[in-house]
Nanobody
Framework: QLQLAESGGGLVQPGESLRLSCVVSGFTLENYAIGWFRQAPGKERESVAC????????YYADSVKGRFAISRDNAEGTVYLQMNSLKPEDTGVYYC??????????????????????????????WGQGTLATVTS
């Protein structure tokens, strides 16, 4: 059974950091692209960052570029999202999700040029329960 479990959220002040973890089980991590998404209260879900399966290429939303870093440890079955210089607008529930056999053009569209749209669920079929990150002074 394919499962993803996020952790690492919490309450921090602006400018501080958090490191989120996404532990996967039931599938081989290196075969999947893993994306991070977030949803703030009352807002639509948005894409944050992604790391692809084949060459480890990464993609970031403009709002987090230069502040967030995504990485993966295939041996540990874990994907990380290092979030630095956090802002109040980074507040939300952060989800990780898995997609099989993703091409770079589609990932570029979802995470950089267009952003997340509900129909992208056909690619990212497997989701974790989410972890809440709150940035407030």
């Amino acid at each position: 059974q394919l499962q993803l479990a996020e952790s690492g959220g919490g309450l921090v002040q602006p400018g501080e950091s958090l490191r989120l973890s996404c532990v996967v089980s039931g599938f081989t991590l290196e075969n999947y692209a893993i994306g991070w998404f977030r949803q703030a209260p009352g807002k639509e879900r948005e894409s944050v960052a992604c790391i692809n399966s084949n060459d480890g290429s990464t993609y970031y939303a403009d709002s987090v570029k230069g502040r967030f870093a995504i990485s993966r440890d295939n041996a540990e079955g874990t994907v990380y999202l290092q979030m630095n210089s956090l802002k109040p607008e980074d507040t939300g529930v952060y989800y990780c999700a898995a997609a099989l056999n993703m091409d770079s053009t589609t990932l570029q569209t979802i995470f950089v040029t267009l952003g997340y749209r509900p129909w992208h669920l056909r690619y990212f079929e497997h989701w974790g329960q989410g972890t809440l990150a709150t940035v407030t002074s």
